[in-house]
């Protein structure tokens, strides 16, 4: 403060109408500002012929970003939602700004990123930096992992025998491993039958039927195609 009057002026400073101890110079000086120093602060100052107060200056004191808790990886089924949430604290307004493989994404600028269809070029590392007045903090990457639901690539084939012959079925799919493997006889399940292949040893009229198999995994399951077995004489 700068103020004039007979000398000698004498000074106290005060914070939130609270006087400050030692606080008896024109100027006052705060080190290592924390939180609790924050508020109203004015200074009063006397001489022999009386006293007066300045007006109220206000100390506001940001808190940098901390980033609370980071995003998590996150798996999706292709074609589904995915979304990624951060959680920050700091003094308002924070600032969002979501990055893919360190690159900046266009209007991602919330706390929380989702994405409506997530397809195999989204897969990959997310990041967001959260900045105020006080600085910027950048969280911890999180990876969008694609899981590839089960796809039938060959389907079993329909087979015309005789008794006695051993008949063979396969399929082959593609898929997030591991995959899983139910043989169906007219629909029902084949005890034991769990394998990308199926076999019958000498095969007899009743074994006549169609057949197909469910394949499994964490993405879903898919039936094939019904594949008949016809036992003649």
């Known amino acids: 403060v700068v103020a004039s009057g007979t000398e000698p002026l004498r000074y106290q400073w005060r914070q939130n109408y609270r006087d400050l101890p030692r606080a008896t110079n024109a100027t006052l000086i705060l080190t290592n500002v924390q939180q609790a120093n924050a508020g109203g602060y004015l200074v009063a100052i006397a001489n022999a012929a009386g006293v007066v ?113 051993d008949v063979n079925f396969r399929v082959v799919a593609t898929g997030d491993a591991p995959l ?23 095969v007899q009229l009743t074994n006549s039927a169609t057949y197909a198999v469910v394949v499994a995994n964490k993405a879903g399951a898919l039936t094939s195609q019904k594949a008949t077995l016809q036992v003649s004489l």
């Open 53 to 165: 107060t300045s007006r109220e200056a206000t100390l506001s004191v940001n808190q940098p970003v901390t980033i609370a808790k980071q995003p998590q990886d996150y798996g999706a089924i292709p074609g589904s939602r995915a979304a990624f949430i951060v959680f920050a604290t700091g003094t308002p307004p924070l600032r969002y700004q979501w990055r893919f493989e360190g690159r900046d994404l266009a209007g991602a600028t919330n706390a929380t990123l989702t994405l409506t269809n997530a397809q195999p070029q989204n897969a990959g590392a997310y990041r967001v930096e959260v900045r105020n007045a006080a600085g910027a903090a950048l969280s911890a990457e999180a990876r969008l992992l694609l899981k590839l639901p089960p796809a039938i690539q060959t389907q079993p084939a329909s087979q015309t025998v005789a008794p006695g012959v």
């Open 180 to 202: 899983i493997y139910q043989w169906l006889k007219n629909g029902d399940r084949v005890l034991g039958a769990t394998n990308a292949s199926f076999t019958l040893a000498a």
